[in-house]
C-alpha cells in the first residue's frame, strides 16, 4: 500500500456564497460539478479540473445544532499556487488578512490567509518558477508559527 497524493479537503461553512467566493475570487479557482447530495455546498477544482476543495453547508455542516469554525485539530491547508505578485494583490484587494514566509533553505515562499469559515490557508510558492526576485516581507506581516494572526474571518484593510 502507499499514499499517492491529497484527494481533497472538505469544509463545513455558515456562508456558501462567500466560501464558494474565497476560493474562486480570491485564488482563481474553478466551481466544478457536483453530485446532487441533497444538501447545498459546491466542489472547488484546480486547474486541471480535478475538485480538490469540497464545500458544504446545512444540515450535513452542523455539529450540534452550529457549523463548527476554523481549522481545530488542523492547523492549515496548503495549495501550491503559481503567480506569488497577482495572488497576494487579490488578497490585498479582497481585504484579506494575510502573512507571509519564505522557507529557510528552499525556493519556496508562503502567503497565509483564512478562508471565511476559519480555515487557514498556506499558499506554496516555488521561487524558481515565478519570474521574479524573492519578495521582501515586511515585518508586520512576516508569519510566525502559533501566532495568530487578526480574526479568521474579518478582512483587514
Not at 469540497?54 to 469554525?69: C, S
Request: with cysteine.
Amino acid at each position: 500500500m502507499e499514499v499517492t497524493g491529497l484527494f481533497h479537503v472538505a469544509i463545513k461553512t455558515n456562508d456558501l456564497d462567500a466560501t464558494v467566493k474565497f476560493y474562486t475570487d480570491v485564488l482563481g479557482m474553478k466551481l466544478a460539478n457536483r453530485p446532487d447530495f441533497g444538501f447545498p455546498g459546491a466542489w472547488i477544482s484546480q486547474p486541471d479540473g480535478t475538485p480538490i476543495i469540497h464545500i458544504y453547508a446545512g444540515g450535513p455542516a452542523l455539529v450540534d445544532g452550529r457549523t463548527p469554525y476554523g481549522t481545530g485539530s488542523v492547523d492549515h491547508v496548503s495549495l501550491t499556487i503559481k503567480g506569488w505578485d497577482e495572488c497576494l494583490d487579490r488578497v490585498k484587494r479582497m481585504g484579506y488578512d494575510w502573512r507571509a514566509s519564505i522557507v529557510p533553505g528552499t525556493t519556496l515562499w508562503q502567503i497565509f490567509v483564512h478562508d471565511p469559515s476559519g480555515v487557514m490557508m498556506e499558499l506554496t510558492f516555488d521561487g524558481k518558477v515565478e519570474q521574479r526576485p524573492t519578495p521582501e516581507i515586511p515585518p508586520d506581516r512576516v508569519y510566525k508559527a502559533g501566532e495568530p494572526f487578526g480574526a479568521p474571518k474579518q478582512k483587514a484593510a
